[in-house]
């Protein structure tokens, strides 16, 4: 197998202890090339959010390992580690997770002074189209608006690794496809490596790399030949 942005061998998790113990992840193997939209499918339970806990750093795997670029995860310490979600990792979540006496904008740049090299604050407020909202607090916006914001607190680090657990989980229908079509215009435009995990499986439409989990297993590891604008996507 070649060696991609994100290559993982021999990835094992558990949980608990003897007769309680439950293997979550089971001899994962797969690489991810830098540029990729990867989308991540499986039932709940299947070992998706853990999949991305261990490749955010937040987890330590039983065994195997985990490549980021130059990066050897599993040899990290946990102030390496700490680093590593610094300087190269973005995460989005279901929950938007902000910050309510904060405006749009300062949401934002708090994550802004985290990184080296952030991309331009003011710049990115307009490709999330939260220009307009950026001095309003998350209460006066959208659902969809503060999901924006939660993406564009992410991504102001300037992120190789943009990590999205069930990004629009929370979203009706078209806002979902709009943040679909956000998530594909950073791709686009910044270039970070995106990992979407989702259960909704008509998103992997607009995904170069399809994977697959069930019962802790990868099923599936999939190249998209047909990948479709997130405009296009019915469900």
Not at 87 to 92: A, H, R, T
Not at 166 to 182: F, H, M, R, V
Request: a negative charge; one cysteine or more; charged letters at 25%.
């Amino acid at each position: 197998m070649a060696d991609g942005f994100l290559s993982i061998a021999g990835l094992c998790k558990s949980y608990g202890q003897g007769e309680a113990r439950t293997e979550v992840l089971k001899n994962i193997d797969v690489d991810i090339d830098a540029g990729e939209i990867c989308v991540l499918l499986g039932p709940s339970g299947s070992g998706k959010s853990t999949f991305l806990n261990l490749v955010g750093g937040l987890e330590p795997a039983d065994s195997g390992s985990m490549k980021v670029g130059d990066l050897d995860l599993t040899a990290l310490s946990g102030k390496q580690l700490v680093e590593y979600r610094r300087k190269s990792l973005g995460f989005v979540f279901q929950f938007y997770s902000l910050v309510p006496d904060l405006t749009i904008r300062e949401n934002i740049e708090v994550c802004e002074f985290l990184s080296p090299e952030p991309l331009p604050l003011d710049d990115l407020l307009q490709s999330l189209g939260l220009w307009e909202h950026r001095n309003k607090f998350p209460n006066q916006v959208s659902g969809g608006q503060q999901q924006r914001c939660a993406i564009g607190r992410a991504l102001v680090k300037n992120p190789s690794l943009l990590l999205c657990d069930e990004p629009t989980g929370a979203l009706d229908y078209n806002t979902s496809k709009e943040i679909l079509q956000l998530m594909e215009d950073i791709n686009r435009r910044y270039g970070c490596t995106i990992i979407i995990v989702t259960h909704n499986d008509a998103i992997k439409h607009m995904a170069n790399r399809i994977l697959r989990l069930r019962d802790g297993q990868l099923v599936e590891d999939s190249i998209n030949p047909d990948v479709r604008p997130a405009s296009t996507l019915e469900w």
